[in-house]
């Protein structure tokens, strides 16, 4: 009995002892760099978490999201963004969240943006954005990619209801298998498509520890932003993403942390005296709860411009200064200008 209890201790302090905890941890354990965190919001519907950078652009939510848009457009980041994946290890992490919020950040800056749903068997996006094809496969991704006929992506097309931000997305289908579009040659072509036709291109892929499809996708993409949550991601899974994408050719820029408590001690060095929260736990179909934040102000933009003020003043754009220690296609955390605090925001409790 001893025995037994001394390895059910080992068991649960071993599954404790993966999980995120801090930001500090994350980029020791994974040499990569913290992009942004976005702090916990509640009483709030999923739904209009997805658009909520643009309902409310004075939130501190928003600033967040343009704090992480600031740090991927300067010199160190900006050639590597027009085509984005965005990427969990499980559900529940808040990739959709993340994702949706980016490409409303970039829209918002005036950047022709196209967000797609690449979740082809649980496509979501084009019900939180209150849209549909309305049984119309000439707007359905899955069905377009699988055409034996060329169709024009032009079809795929539907307004977002916001300024410069247009979306692709699809439907599940009980004929066509996500993998046989991976990888084909439709799928390189409407990248190119979409290549040509946006300044920015935000991807949402399916949770990475559920299938592959984010290899292919991150393949074809410039980059791969990697979302976790704390207490609920785990080291093993996050180092099993990380050199997978790398293997397999992609660059990953960093990690976004969704849903951080500021109150907490894992982050209280990140002092914040102010929580504009709300907090909802909505479904992800059969993938489980989301839980996702607001409140954070990411000194992003702050840092990309005192960086782009170095580069015009000769100094160092931090540009060249990518790669890590473990795999030159991981952005290195070392070195880095941008994402290193956060302002503090007073307690409206």
């Known amino acids: 009995l001893g025995v037994l209890i001394g390895f059910v201790f080992i068991l649960v302090l071993d599954r404790l002892e993966d999980r995120i905890t801090s930001v500090a941890d994350i980029e020791r354990h994974m040499s990569t760099k913290v992009l942004a965190m976005i702090p916990r919001v509640p009483r709030i519907k999923r739904d209009q978490l997805v658009k909520l950078s643009a309902d409310r652009k004075f939130s501190s939510f928003a600033e967040a999201f343009a704090g992480l848009r600031g740090v991927l457009s300067s010199p160190r980041y900006s050639d590597l963004t027009q085509v984005i994946l965005i990427v969990s290890t499980q559900p529940e992490e808040g990739k959709t969240i993340s994702s949706s919020n980016l490409?409303?950040?970039?829209?918002?800056?005036?950047?022709?943006?196209l967000l797609v749903d690449f979740d082809l068997r649980r496509p979501r996006l084009g019900r939180m954005f209150g849209v549909n094809s309305n049984g119309d496969r000439s707007q359905s991704l899955v069905d377009v990619l699988a055409a034996e006929e060329d169709v024009s992506f032009d079809?795929?097309?539907?307004?977002?209801?916001y300024d410069n931000l247009d979306l692709v997305m699809s439907r599940a289908s009980t004929q066509i298998s996500p993998a046989t579009v991976m990888g084909s040659d439709a799928l390189r072509k409407f990248f190119e498509w979409a290549?040509?036709?946006?300044?920015?291109?935000?991807?949402?892929?399916?949770?990475?520890?559920?299938?592959s499809d984010?290899?292919?996708l991150g393949t074809l993409s410039d980059s791969v932003i990697l979302v976790c949550r704390p207490e609920r991601s785990r080291y093993r899974a996050i180092r099993h993403a990380l050199r997978s994408l790398t293997e397999s050719g992609a660059r990953v820029l960093g990690v976004v942390v969704n849903d951080v408590d500021f109150k907490g001690a894992s982050f209280s060095s990140?002092?914040?005296?102010?929580?504009?929260?709300?907090?909802?736990?909505g479904k992800y179909g059969r993938y489980g709860r989301y839980g996702?934040?607001?409140?954070?102000?990411?000194?992003?933009?702050?840092?990309?411009s005192s960086t782009q003020a170095e580069s015009a003043n000769g100094g160092e754009s931090g540009g060249s200064?990518?790669?890590?220690?473990?795999d030159s296609r991981i952005v290195s955390s070392s070195g880095a200008t941008a994402a290193e605090s956060i302002l503090d925001v007073e307690d409206d409790e």
Not at 199 to 208: A, G, N, R, T
Not at 321 to 326: M, R, V, Y
């Open 214 to 216: 984010a290899l292919a």
């Open 103 to 113: 490409a409303m950040t970039y829209a918002m800056s005036g950047k022709k943006t």
């Open 292 to 304: 996702y934040g607001y409140g954070y102000y990411h000194r992003g933009i702050e840092d990309a």
């Open 321 to 326: 200064d990518s790669g890590s220690s473990g």
């Open 270 to 281: 990140y002092s914040y005296s102010r929580n504009y929260g709300y907090n909802y736990y």
């Open 195 to 211: 290549r040509a036709n946006y300044e920015h291109v935000v991807i949402d892929s399916p949770p990475f520890g559920l299938v």
């Open 155 to 161: 079809t795929l097309l539907i307004p977002s209801g």
